[in-house]
């Protein structure tokens, strides 16, 4: 009996056979899951996907095992500390340690980064050729971002400094980390919605003229901004 399924599960299987990220992956199957009607000869198929799913967890699980630093993904704005002690990096933030590595996720401003803690930085050259700043104890030469020194991270003057922005999407009060210059499309992207060549978007904040003002695509956000995108 033919599954009779939306062209979106089509083109999301495509995606899937190509994506090479597990996280990626384990999304477009969720989706999958959620675009596949569900009838007498979608049982296999909704079968099929559900140990699809259930592996890929499992090699995820194995992989965290094994996590080495080069390996950290950046998914989001990433903000490094460089030479603090440890332990008092653990004591004051929510980190995951990784060896000599401590990384995780945190709010600056109600904004989501990825905060990464390294002792040195010699050892950890792609750690912090993927960060957008680098605040540091004491001043090194080696780094090749823009750098504070300071006896004290301050996150909040880091972010405003490498030009890390939130946007909202919708009615939702959790904000999206974006960069400084980064378009309607590029907030599109990360949301992973398909826009068309007529899409465009509704945006209320600092960034423009009137409040509900239409834009397109190419339109920069800027900090706060509101946007409701349109297909």
């Known amino acids: 009996m033919p599954i009779n399924a939306p062209p979106e599960y089509f083109e999301l299987e495509e995606r ?3 994506e090479k990220d ?3 992956k384990e999304r477009i199957l969720k989706r999958m899951l959620v675009v596949l009607p569900k009838h007498k000869g979608t049982d296999r198929e909704f079968a099929s996907l559900k140990r699809r799913l259930s592996l890929l967890r499992k090699e995820a699980s194995k992989k965290h095992q094994i996590h080495k630093t080069v390996s950290i993904r950046k ?3 990433r903000i490094c500390l460089l030479g603090y002690d440890n332990e008092q990096i653990l004591r004051r933030f929510n980190l995951t340690r990784l060896g000599k590595v401590l990384y995780g996720m945190v709010k600056v401003d109600s904004i989501p980064v990825q905060l990464v803690a390294i002792a040195k930085s010699e ?3 792609e750690v912090l050729d993927q960060s957008e ?4 104890k004491t001043r090194d030469n080696l780094v090749d971002r823009p750098q504070i020194e300071a006896s004290v991270p301050d996150l909040s003057a880091a972010r405003r400094i490498a030009g890390i922005i939130g946007v909202y999407t919708e009615d939702s009060d959790d904000l999206i980390a974006m960069k400084k210059g980064e378009t309607v499309g590029d907030l599109a992207k990360r949301l992973h919605i398909d826009t068309q060549k007529n899409s465009y978007a509704v945006v209320y904040g600092t960034s423009v003229k009137f409040q509900g003002q239409r834009v397109g695509l190419n339109y920069k956000l ?3 901004d509101r ?3 349109k297909l």
């Open 123 to 125: 050892k950890n050259r």
């Open 16 to 18: 899937y056979s190509k």
């Open 227 to 229: 946007v409701f995108i």
């Open 75 to 77: 998914r989001w704005p």
């Open 22 to 24: 597990i996280e990626e």
């Open 222 to 224: 800027a900090d706060g």
């Open 133 to 136: 700043i680098v605040i540091s």
